[in-house]
Structures are given as structure tokens and as C-alpha cells.
């Protein structure tokens, strides 16, 4: 009896083993310049090469969760843009740590334990997509021309090699997440990963549902919801809405009369000089970036349709999406980021100071397992070129949601880049029957927000006085609702 138990305790001892040393060694972090401290969990980085004959390399970090990684969740978290790095969510929302910028004579920021992480609850892949993004690259240039179906392809490639990697997390739930233009990344690549599912790819990845935060979806309801928001936040007069909403027929986006543009010229009057992330904070201004930019922008040749003359674009100067037109959807076809049509280094209304410096630092670079020398970590960039070839998300949440996938859409309700009214509206017009009607829900005995709950595994929920990025906005309640949700409870 005495040898069954000790039998049973070297098998038991030799599986959590195994365990934590199936992972590559040659990943793991084991310090980061800017922090002093003990990691409270293992931390992971490196490239997992999706194409050998173009050399084209995905950069990950990888943070296993701090309460149980072997059972909790594995969730990959994507940024938008496109051309935005997914350092922007580790650094500045739900990373493991906290930074501090670095004082004058201080050649680094400081790091601090982030007690409102996302690894409190899930392990959690943070992955620079699409190659020349962040820090991935491609030794093929060509490979930084790409689109939605692309992207899409390329990080499911992504996902099956990583696996392969990290064996031991395949018996784990997993998700994707994302927010901004990932509202494009996360439902077409959950669309790829089942399809892989059905044609039975291997290794087989036990794809339970997924996350959107402020995410581009359609063009209708992405760009009809700007006025509706403008309007419900004081942000223009009630005669104006009356007037426009007249005149232009709900029909916001895609104006069709020189009265309903004259009155949307008004509106975009009104709203300018918001900072659009979020209405109730001031407006950062980068000290290096240009004082005036232009109203009428040309795009690089190279963004040009055969044929399309050399006309200025009507793009007013600011973006939204952290990357894509103030005040309009994300239309079919090539994509311009924001560098390329700013021609500046520095996102509207945000400081990415702290990121851009950690980022680059050589030693920084060198703990991290990254590529050194010319590669410059942007938090947008302009390396690629990026057609929206995917069309509207409605067909892929709706196919995705009536398999049994569950997805939560979520919305910081003072975000104008992408308003709550238009995710608000595309998930109501599913057509899916209402099993949670619209209420309150609260964090700390304290309203955080409002959810509405559908058949078909679909919740909305906005989250009260956070902006384009919520968790960068409410921490805490972020954690909450996205530990609520994870674990299948009520939010």
C-alpha cells in the first residue's frame, strides 16, 4: 500500500513537472531591465516562424497565469489599427506589470507588479500581427503587403506552431481577444481557427469563444454611430441632431446630399479638439509633432488604386481605431494607417514615451529574446500596407455565435472612436432573443457599467467612463467583468 502511494505521488510530482518544463527553455524570460522584483508567474517571449522561405517571424510574450496555469484559460490578445503593437495592451492595460516613466537622469522606466493584470485569472499570449508590426518582421518585404484574410491565416499558422511549442496548455480553454481594429482580427481569425477545427487540423486547439473591446465591425453601424453618441453625450445641440438626422436620414457615413455634408461639417465642428479616445480626458499633444497638419492629405503612390488620380483625400487629420479615419468606417479596400496619413510618429491625444524607450533599449531587447539593431518598435506603424478585404463582421459573429461560441462585445461607453451606440445597435440587429435584459451591473457595490444578455452565447456590456481602451481607463473593473465572464458566472 505504502508503494501505491508513493507510485501515485512520483506519477503526480512527474505530470506538474513536465508541466512547467515542456515549455522552451530558450523562451523564458528570466529578468527584465526595470524591475527588481520576483515574477509572480513564468514569464515567456520569443518568434515563431510562420513562413521559413520568407523568413517572416511572429513576436509573442507569453505570461502564464499567476492562480493556475494549467487550468485556467489560454487567451491571445491582439491590438488594432491595423499597425498597432500588442505592447500597447501589456504596457499600458492589463500586462503583469506597471510602468513608471524614467526620471531625467534615469535611463529606463521603472516596473511594478500590476495587481489588476489579466494573468491574475488566464495565461495570456500578447502577439504582434501582422508581420512588420511591433516586433515582428519578415525578411521578405512582400510580406508587409496584407489585408484581413491574410492576417487571418498567417496568425492561425501562428496559433498551430505555438501549440506545438506549448503542448501542455492544449487542453486548456482558449480565447481570443482584442480591441479597435482587432474588432476585424479577432472574429476573422476565430473563423479561421474553426475551420481548421472541421478540416481537423492538428494540434487541436480547444477554441471556446471570444472578446471584443471598442472593435470595427461594419460599416453601417460603425459609421452611423458617431452622430447618436455626439448627441446622447451633450456634445451637440438637440436642434442640430433634429436637423441632421433629418436631412441626412440616419445616413451618416456615405452622405449622399451637399446639405446633409454641410451639416455634418457642423457636427465634426462641434466635436473637434476632443481627445477622441475619451471625451472626459484632456488632449495629449506630442512637443515634436507637427502644430499643423493638413486638412487634405495625399496618400504614398503606393496606396493608390490603377488608375486613381492624384487627388488630396477628404480625411479630416485626426484618427480613430488608432489608425483609421475620424468619423468613418473602415471601407473596403486599402487601409492607410495613421503614419501614412499624418506622416507623424506620435498617435493622437496619447503619449507612447514610455513603451517606444523600454521597448528599444537594447538590454530590453536582449531579455525579451528580440530581434536587435534596425528593428524600431513603433507602436503604430507605417511598414505595411493593409487592405480591409474581409467585408462587414456580422456574418462571422453570427456564424461563430450559432455553433455555441461564446462572445462578450464590450464597450467603453465614453469612447468616440468607436461609439458604444454602434455596437450597442449591430448586436442587437442578430435578431437573438434577449435573455438578460438590459441592467446594470456593479463592481465594489458600486455601478460599473450596463449588459445585455442574448441566446447564442452573446453579451454586451459597456463599461461606465472608460474610453477606447477600457482597462487602461478601469483597471479593476475590467479585471472583474473579464474574470466574471471567463469563469461562465453572471456579470
Aim: aromatic share 14%; charged share 20%; hydrophobic share 35%.
Amino acid at each position: 500500500m505504502d508503494n501505491l502511494f508513493l507510485l501515485i505521488v512520483f506519477l503526480g510530482l512527474s505530470c506538474f513537472l513536465s508541466f512547467f518544463e515542456a515549455a522552451p527553455e530558450n523562451a523564458l524570460i528570466k529578468n527584465l531591465p526595470g524591475f527588481n522584483g520576483t515574477f509572480p508567474s513564468k514569464h515567456y517571449s520569443g518568434y515563431v516562424t510562420i513562413d521559413e522561405s520568407h523568413g517572416k517571424n511572429l513576436f509573442y510574450y507569453y505570461v502564464f497565469s499567476e492562480r493556475n496555469p494549467s487550468k485556467d484559460p489560454v487567451v491571445l490578445w491582439l491590438n488594432g489599427g491595423p499597425g498597432c503593437s500588442s505592447f500597447d495592451g501589456f504596457i499600458y492595460e492589463h500586462g503583469p506589470f506597471n510602468f513608471q516613466a524614467a526620471k531625467k537622469y534615469e535611463s529606463l522606466p521603472k516596473l511594478h507588479l500590476n495587481e489588476h493584470s489579466w494573468s491574475k485569472v488566464s495565461n495570456i499570449i500578447y502577439l504582434d500581427s501582422p508581420a512588420g508590426v511591433g516586433l515582428s518582421y519578415s525578411d521578405n518585404l512582400d510580406d508587409y503587403n496584407t489585408g484581413d484574410v491574410k492576417t487571418a491565416t498567417d496568425t492561425h499558422t501562428f496559433l498551430l506552431k505555438w501549440f506545438e511549442q506549448y503542448p501542455e496548455f492544449l487542453s486548456n480553454p482558449f480565447y481570443i481577444a482584442g480591441e479597435s481594429y482587432a474588432g476585424v482580427y479577432v472574429p476573422t481569425l476565430a473563423n479561421e481557427v474553426v475551420k481548421g477545427l472541421d478540416a481537423g487540423l492538428k494540434p487541436t486547439i480547444n477554441f471556446k469563444g471570444y472578446i471584443v473591446g471598442n472593435g470595427v465591425t461594419d460599416n453601417d453601424f460603425d459609421g452611423n454611430a458617431l452622430v447618436p453618441f455626439a448627441h446622447g453625450m451633450g456634445l451637440i445641440s438637440d436642434d442640430l441632431y433634429q436637423e441632421v438626422s433629418t436631412t441626412c436620414e440616419g445616413n451618416y457615413w456615405n452622405p449622399t446630399s451637399k446639405d446633409c455634408i454641410k451639416l455634418l461639417s457642423k457636427v465634426n465642428e462641434d466635436v473637434d479638439g476632443l481627445n477622441i479616445y475619451d471625451i472626459l480626458e484632456p488632449c495629449y499633444h506630442d512637443p515634436e509633432a507637427k502644430t499643423n497638419s493638413p486638412v487634405n492629405i495625399k496618400l504614398p503612390s503606393s496606396f493608390r488604386e490603377i488608375g486613381e488620380s492624384d487627388k488630396p483625400l477628404p480625411v479630416r487629420k485626426r484618427m480613430f481605431g488608432r489608425a483609421w479615419p475620424f468619423r468613418a468606417p473602415v471601407r473596403e479596400g486599402l487601409v492607410p494607417t495613421w503614419p501614412q496619413l499624418l506622416g507623424s510618429n506620435s498617435v493622437p491625444c496619447t503619449s507612447d514615451e514610455v513603451a517606444t524607450s523600454w521597448l528599444n533599449n537594447p538590454a530590453v531587447r536582449k531579455a525579451l529574446h528580440a530581434k536587435e539593431g534596425e528593428l524600431t518598435w513603433e507602436l503604430c506603424t507605417d511598414n505595411i500596407s493593409y487592405r480591409h478585404d474581409a467585408g462587414s463582421m456580422i456574418k462571422y459573429h453570427k456564424n461563430l455565435t450559432t455553433r455555441g461560441y461564446r462572445a462578450l462585445i464590450f464597450s467603453g461607453d465614453h469612447d468616440m472612436c468607436v461609439p458604444y451606440t454602434g455596437s450597442e445597435a449591430w448586436t442587437r440587429s442578430l435578431g437573438y432573443k434577449v435573455l438578460d435584459e438590459w441592467r446594470a451591473w456593479t463592481y465594489n457595490d458600486q455601478v460599473a457599467g450596463y449588459t445585455q444578455g442574448y441566446e447564442n452565447n452573446l453579451t454586451f456590456l459597456t463599461m461606465k467612463g472608460a474610453g477606447h481602451t477600457v482597462p487602461e481607463y478601469k483597471p479593476r473593473e475590467a479585471l472583474a467583468f473579464y474574470t466574471r465572464w471567463l469563469a461562465g458566472e453572471k456579470i
